[in-house]
């Protein structure tokens, strides 16, 4: 019987392991947005929107995280430059950022 539930188990964890979405798809560089600040601001991950996030100039799409659940994360809101809080207040940094995709850069507005 305890083996019937470690496979049962086994198969399951590989089935939802299948069915995470790669996150981590690289875009090339000539086909990234350009978002000015108030640009991002729009996408707060609220009423539908997606949720990105820019960090040390670039753009990150945090929307299909599940720490990123309607747009906030531990206090932060996503559609800000989040480099200060990432840098000097999270505990791991840049680390995480492996695990969303980069979708663009921020760019100085007119």
């Known amino acids: 019987m305890k083996r019937l539930y470690l496979m ?10 299948a069915c995470q ?3 981590t798809t ?3 560089d000539d086909e990234l947005v350009e978002l ?10 609220k009423n539908g929107r997606p949720a990105y ?13 599940v720490f990123w659940m309607n747009g906030g994360h531990n206090g ?3 559609g800000q ?5 990432i840098i000097n207040q999270s505990p791991h940094g840049l680390s995480n950022l492996s695990r969303v995709p980069k979708i ?3 760019v100085e507005g007119d």
């Open 8 to 17: 049962i188990v086994l198969v399951l964890l590989v089935s939802l392991s």
């Open 21 to 23: 979405p790669s996150d």
């Open 26 to 28: 690289e875009i090339p």
């Open 36 to 45: 000015t600040l108030e640009e991002l601001s729009y996408y707060d991950g």
């Open 53 to 65: 996030i820019a960090v040390n100039g670039d753009i990150y799409d945090v929307s299909n995280s």
């Open 76 to 78: 932060f809101a996503a």
């Open 81 to 85: 430059d989040l480099t200060d809080a």
């Open 104 to 106: 663009g850069i921020l």
